[in-house]
Each structure stands twice: as structure tokens, then as C-alpha cells.
């Protein structure tokens, strides 16, 4: 079992930065990868960005150069920074892991990117 813990979420206006962290209850060396995908209202859950087991790193086509998702496995969390938000940011924010091919899932985090 895993469990994940978002935080870091909130308003901020267009152009902004925010940084959102996912703390895990065990190692997160121990999972097959980590990532962040983010839901909008009437819109599917996607992925953000993704992080595997050796740290390579993928992005949504949206948001390559502006996110960044790093991990610090002394604390057992994951961060996606985020810059330049823009509207179409605006979303619930959820961190997933992969551990023993099974995924999990945190509450989420809300971010709401204002004009």
C-alpha cells in the first residue's frame, strides 16, 4: 500500500508559478514511477508529467518547458514546479505511483490560474 499526500495547490494569476508536492508514506525508490496528472472540469484525467525509477522524465506536450517534476528521495517526495501558468492550467492536481504494478492515487491538489 501507498499513500500520497498532495499539497502546494492554490490561486495564482496568469504568468505565476506554484510548486506542488507529493509526499509518499515509503520510499519512492521502491516505485516503478511517479507522476502527476491533473483533471479540469468536464475534461479527462491526463498526465502532467511523470518521473520513472532511474529519473527519466516525460511532459505533456502543454506544459514542456514551463513544469518541471523532480523528486527528493530523502523525503519521499515529488515535486512538479510550475511556471507560467496560464487559464488553461487551472485544474485538480493528482499525484500517482506505481508500486508493484498496482497504481495509487492521492485527494488532489486544486490550482486555479485567474486572468
Known amino acids: 500500500q501507498v499513500q500520497l499526500v498532495e499539497s502546494g495547490g492554490g490561486l495564482v494569476q496568469a504568468g505565476g508559478s506554484l510548486r506542488l508536492s507529493c509526499a509518499a508514506s515509503?520510499?519512492?525508490?521502491?516505485?516503478?514511477?511517479m507522476g502527476w496528472y491533473r483533471q479540469a472540469t468536464g475534461r479527462q484525467r491526463e498526465l502532467v508529467a511523470r518521473?520513472?525509477?532511474?529519473?527519466?522524465?516525460n511532459y505533456a506536450d502543454s506544459v514542456k518547458g514551463r513544469f518541471t517534476i523532480s523528486r527528493d528521495t530523502a523525503k519521499n517526495t515529488v515535486y512538479l514546479q510550475m511556471n507560467s501558468l496560464n487559464i488553461e492550467d487551472t485544474a485538480n492536481y493528482y499525484c500517482n505511483a506505481v508500486f508493484r504494478g498496482a497504481d495509487y492515487w492521492g485527494k488532489g491538489t486544486l490550482v486555479t490560474v485567474s486572468s
Open positions: 515509503r520510499s519512492i525508490y521502491s516505485m516503478n514511477a
Open positions: 518521473i520513472n525509477a532511474v529519473g527519466s522524465t
